[in-house]
């Protein structure tokens, strides 16, 4: 599975010291090798803004020279959505890289995807329409297309969680879909399986990266006035609480905090709850066979 990285703040904020950690999952202490991205609206003084930097690379996010650059460029922005991608439905192609980049009313979407999604197969037509050959650019592209059908032009935040919310679960019957989306107003996160958040606000702590021995103090960072949620895949830090989101969870974060909610659920398909049944048995046998690797070692 892809691991997701996404921020939201209140005031522009800096991603460099959480993509500085995420990175490093891109085939250095995790095996998502196959290509990573990130994609951010630059922000306009202290207001968000609409226009959008976006990069992406099949190489993997450890050793990319791109990412590397982007270790050190001072991102200053309210929305990022980022991805380090294992791939399981596509080539490991630039084309297949999240995030995904689309035009809907006049605002740039971004959009990456963890999961597999089995038999979606959605009429698409109009407008959106994938390049490459993953599932998740397939789900998105039909995403936009509903959106464009329910709504004349940009609603508001809670109106287009509302309408997401009918949306999601018939995608999510597919199989694993959690998703970070951003069209620079806001910052959705739906969890189907594994999602998590922290929101970071003063008085700021000095936090402990787990992928990194690097170790920040947030104090001298931000001001009394930032407030950011970072939300990903995998927790960043080890000594934050980070808060998992339930499955089936979709929540839209505005200035630095969730300002609408709405629950997903969805059955799934035969196939694939076969598929997640699977991956389940799978997951337990690496998880037995790690403890009784530890216990040989001890």
């Known amino acids: ?20 950690g995420f990175s490093q999952r891109g085939g250095c202490t995790d095996h998502h090798a196959d290509g990573w991205g990130i ?27 791109i990412a590397q650059m982007l270790r050190s460029y001072p991102i200053k922005s309210h ?11 596509g080539a490991v192609t630039l084309e297949n890289c999240h995030p995904f980049v689309r035009e809907l009313w006049g605002r740039y979407w971004f959009f990456a995807h963890n999961g597999d999604l089995k038999e979606f197969n959605p009429p698409l037509h ?23 059908k329910s709504h004349a032009t940009v609603p508001s ?17 597919h199989g694993t879909f959690n998703f970070l989306l951003s069209n620079g107003q806001a910052l959705w996160a739906h969890a189907s399986t594994k999602l998590t958040y922290v929101q970071r606000q003063h008085p700021f702590c000095k936090v402990q990266l787990k992928d990194e021995d690097v170790t920040v103090d947030l104090s001298e ?8 949620v970072i939300v990903v895949t995998e927790p960043l830090t080890t000594n934050e609480t980070w808060v998992p989101m339930e499955n089936g969870e979709l929540l839209a974060f505005v200035d630095g905090e969730p ?3 709405a629950l997903c659920k969805a ?32």
């Not at 329409?129 to 995403?143: I, K």
């Not at 809670?158 to 999510?172: D, G, K, N, R």
């Open 126 to 148: 109009g407008s959106f329409r994938p390049v490459g050959s993953t599932d998740s650019e397939q789900a998105f592209c039909w995403l936009l297309q509903e959106l464009n």
């Open 259 to 261: 300002v609408a909610r």
């Open 79 to 89: 929305n990022v959505v980022a991805h380090v991608r294992k791939a399981t439905v």
């Open 39 to 65: 994609a951010f609206f630059e922000s306009e003084g202290n207001l968000p803004g609409k226009a959008a930097r976006y990069f992406v690379d099949k190489e993997s996010a450890s050793t990319s020279a």
């Open 157 to 173: 935040v809670q109106e287009l969680t509302h309408t997401l919310a009918e949306l999601v679960p018939q995608i999510s019957q």
């Open 221 to 228: 960072l931000n001001g009394p006035d930032d407030r950011l």
């Open 267 to 298: 059955t799934l398909t035969p196939v694939a709850a076969a598929a997640a049944a699977q991956r389940e048995k799978e997951e337990a046998a690496k998880a037995a066979a790690l403890a009784a690797c530890c216990t040989s070692a001890a």
């Open 1 to 20: 599975m892809c691991q997701l990285l996404g921020m939201n703040s209140r005031l522009p904020a800096s991603l460099t010291l959480s993509f500085t």
